[in-house]
């Protein structure tokens, strides 16, 4: 188990666009071929888990001579970013290479999402948005007319909202029912504020020219731990 009072970047395999100078500083966990990421980008990882059915040999070898602390973790139940999830105990997570490339993949991810979601914030960067997943009310700082999206994973009862150009109130969202893909916001206030029966996560999608302002949310969103 890899230990941080800080929050934790997942390095996974898939394509990685850019990696914010704003993580720098943080501890790094390489997940399985994500240390072939790290490698690429420049990156000593702090800590490297997984299956190991995807990094490659140069990659194992690196760790292993640069005396990374490695954790192997062989049962196939669960996918590396799962894995990773459940051996890094962190205050959030911020997650590059597990989104884009592979369409099941990407589903994958957010299935694991869905089912660690109250646990620690979830960041999830990726080639053209930013992902933050939530169960509770939000309060978010953006310039005006910005494209941000809602997903719901499950039902999600929501109870109101200000500063975005379609309103929330009252809105249960569900896939397969409703679901809101692109909202503009209309002030440069947004505030999301979900029922008190809501027990469902949803999905805040922006462009990832604003993770700076979802990755400062994560500060103040409530989890339980």
Excluded at 139 to 144: F, H
Aim: proline share 5%.
């Amino acid at each position: 188990m890899f230990q941080t009072n800080k929050r934790a970047v997942l390095v996974g395999g898939g394509p990685i666009s850019h990696i914010p100078e704003l993580v720098k500083g943080l501890p790094v966990i390489a997940v399985d071929s994500g240390l072939d990421a790290c490698l690429l980008n420049s990156i000593t990882p702090d800590y490297f888990l997984g299956d190991m059915d995807s990094a490659s040999n140069r990659a194992q070898q690196y760790a292993a001579s640069n005396k990374i602390p490695t954790k192997l973790i062989l049962e196939q139940e669960t996918t590396d970013f799962e894995k990773a999830l459940s051996h890094v105990n962190a205050s959030g997570f911020v997650c590059f290479g597990f989104l884009d490339g592979r369409l099941d993949h990407s589903l994958a991810t957010l299935h694991v999402v869905q089912k660690h979601i109250r646990k620690r914030p979830i960041l999830l960067y990726g080639s053209e948005d930013v992902i933050l997943a939530a169960s509770s009310d939000i309060s978010l700082s953006l310039p005006l007319r910005v494209r941000l999206s809602l997903w719901p994973l499950g039902e999600v009862h929501f109870k109101s909202s200000t500063g975005l150009l379609y309103p929330l109130k009252g809105i249960q969202m569900s896939q397969g029912r409703q679901i809101g893909t692109s909202n503009l916001t209309s002030k440069e206030t947004v505030q999301i504020i979900v029922s008190e029966e809501n027990n469902g996560t949803y999905l805040v999608i922006i462009s990832n020219r604003y993770f700076k302002e979802l990755f400062t949310l994560t500060d103040s969103i409530p989890f339980p731990k």
